[in-house]
């Protein structure tokens, strides 16, 4: 989901740029907010910022024959909704655009959007639907994840096909959908359960932190064995 | 770990195993496990799009990359097996006081 440095004109970076900082901003006093509250939570903040450091580095092959990354991104939403999260990416994002020339400061804009917005808000409105259809956690949490994956690299692909509307935005579309989509599949749905496994070790460790984060509600003997 | 997330576990290798028995046999020359993410590059530059910003610094070869790779992964698994670690034991802890 990458977009490399330079890939997009300079008017697409700016507009990125100006649609994902107010998110970032509000991301960053969401940060102090939650840790000033429960400041038992910063562990967890910063062990999703981990799980999305790992899961886009894996560059993992997929059934159309080439490699892509997961993003990591469901967790984190999970947690502590899209806001924060997508600090979390621009953290990432940063470190491979200049350690690894993998995306770039002039698509930072574009690919924060990608996983750090669009991603993260898909999977936090899964989970809740999720969640108020009575659903189990696990379920919620795989969708949530598994969907976040896949909406990153379809936004990746609508951001290009708009930057790149040739022939058409259609026919751009099919194409950098091809690239981006079908490959992301199979990973998306690794990603989901991977996150789940996470998800339910550390609801096992810390059932008190996430209750304080209203994740659930714990049965309500927490504590005894 | 419950049984659940050992099967859970043993379908993401099987996932990731798919693609090497599919192209077993097929490598770079074939077109095959290219990033995804670089393929984007030619379909755009096929349009007549020139890049107008260089990245400022490139690993200087494949090697490096794979450090700064596993480096990425090595600084978020530190984190993530530090804090859990930490919980598990304190729990432990708390689970004996009591």
Same mark, same amino acid.
């Given at each position: 989901?990458?977009?490399?440095e330079?890939?997009?004109?300079?008017?697409?970076?700016?507009?990125?740029?100006?649609?994902?900082?107010?998110?970032?901003v509000?991301?960053? @006093?969401q @940060?102090?907010? @939650?840790?000033?509250?429960?400041?038992e939570?910063?562990?967890?903040?910063?062990?999703?910022?981990?799980?999305?450091?790992?899961?886009?580095?894996?560059?993992?092959?997929?059934?159309?024959?080439?490699?892509?990354?997961?993003?990591g991104?469901?967790l984190?939403?999970?947690?502590?909704?899209?806001?924060?999260?997508?600090?979390?990416?621009v953290?990432?994002?940063?470190?491979?655009?200049?350690?690894?020339?993998?995306?770039?400061?002039?698509?930072?804009?574009?690919?924060?959007?990608?996983?750090?917005?669009?991603?993260?808000?898909?999977?936090? @409105?899964?989970?809740?639907?999720?969640?108020?259809?009575?659903?189990?956690?696990?379920?919620?949490?795989?969708?949530?994840?598994?969907?976040?994956d896949?909406?990153?690299?379809?936004?990746?692909?609508?951001?290009?096909?708009?930057?790149?509307?040739?022939p058409?935005?259609?026919?751009?579309?099919?194409?950098?959908?091809?690239?981006?989509?079908?490959?992301?599949?199979?990973?998306?749905?690794?990603?989901?359960?991977?996150?789940?496994?996470?998800?339910?070790?550390?609801?096992?460790?810390?059932?008190?932190?996430?209750?304080?984060?209203?994740?659930?509600t714990?049965?309500?003997?927490?504590?005894?064995? | 770990?419950?049984?659940?997330?050992?099967?859970?576990?043993?379908?993401?290798?099987?996932?990731?195993?798919?693609?090497?028995?599919?192209?077993?046999?097929q490598?770079?020359?074939?077109?095959?496990?290219?990033?995804?993410?670089?393929?984007?590059?030619?379909?755009? #530059?096929?349009?007549?799009?020139?890049?107008?910003? #260089?990245?400022?610094?490139?690993?200087?070869?494949?090697?490096?990359?794979?450090l700064?790779?596993?480096?990425?992964?090595?600084?978020?698994?530190?984190?993530?097996?530090?804090?859990?670690?930490?919980?598990?034991?304190?729990?432990k802890?708390?689970?004996?006081? #009591?």
């Amino acid at each position: 989901m990458h977009i490399m440095e330079g890939f997009l004109p300079w008017q697409w970076c700016l507009f990125w740029y100006l649609v994902s900082l107010p998110v970032v901003v509000y991301g960053v @006093i969401q @940060i102090k907010k @939650i840790t000033d509250k429960n400041p038992e939570s910063k562990p967890l903040i910063a062990v999703s910022g981990a799980f999305m450091f790992v899961l886009s580095s894996l560059k993992l092959p997929s059934v159309t024959g080439s490699c892509s990354h997961p993003t990591g991104n469901g967790l984190g939403a999970v947690l502590f909704g899209p806001a924060v999260t997508s600090v979390l990416a621009v953290v990432t994002l940063v470190f491979q655009a200049l350690l690894l020339a993998h995306g770039g400061i002039t698509t930072l804009g574009a690919n924060t959007f990608s996983m750090g917005i669009v991603g993260p808000v898909v999977a936090w @409105i899964i989970y809740k639907a999720c969640k108020n259809a009575g659903l189990s956690l696990s379920i919620g949490i795989f969708f949530a994840a598994f969907l976040g994956d896949l909406s990153t690299y379809v936004t990746t692909a609508t951001q290009l096909s708009l930057a790149f509307p040739i022939p058409t935005f259609t026919e751009a579309l099919i194409k950098f959908m091809i690239i981006f989509a079908f490959t992301q599949l199979p990973l998306a749905i690794a990603e989901g359960l991977l996150t789940v496994v996470i998800f339910d070790y550390i609801k096992k460790l810390r059932p008190d932190v996430l209750e304080k984060l209203e994740i659930f509600t714990a049965p309500k003997a927490i504590g005894g064995k | 770990m419950e049984k659940k997330h050992i099967l859970m576990l043993l379908a993401v290798v099987i996932i990731f195993a798919i693609p090497f028995l599919l192209y077993s046999g097929q490598g770079e020359e074939q077109g095959k496990f290219a990033g995804a993410d670089a393929s984007a590059g030619p379909v755009i #530059e096929e349009t007549g799009y020139k890049p107008w910003f #260089e990245p400022i610094w490139e690993p200087p070869s494949g090697e490096i990359e794979t450090l700064i790779f596993a480096l990425q992964a090595a600084i978020g698994a530190l984190i993530i097996g530090y804090f859990l670690g930490y919980y598990t034991a304190k729990r432990k802890l708390m689970r004996k006081t #009591e």
